[in-house]
């Protein structure tokens, strides 16, 4: 997920207008919004949403990017099955960018 927004945080500051942050831990959540808070009261659209990102949802569906970062490796066997269809089935970003910290990893969490 979106952690508590440190990649948000540098997109809102290179001035990206409209970003949509997605997290399950509401912890983490309420942190991102606590450090994006500035960003809003300049005219730039953040959410931050408590969720799934492999649960299709309209909040997050036709953005121009989505940067998938050190997620992979936490997704059980079967959401990593249904992570392609989830990004690219419903999200459908003009741009995906997907890391993970293991060159080796296999998807076998």
Known sequence: GCGDGQLL???AIA???RLVGV???AKRVAAARRRLEAFQSQGQTIDIVQGDFLQPDVRWEGV???VVCEVMEHLSAADFERFPAALF???RPRL????TPNADFCGTA
């Open 9 to 11: 945080e540098a997109c």
């Open 15 to 17: 001035g990206l207008p």
């Open 23 to 25: 997290e399950q831990s």
């Open 64 to 66: 121009d990017a989505a």
């Open 89 to 91: 089935g419903g999200c």
């Open 96 to 99: 995906a960018i997907v890391t």
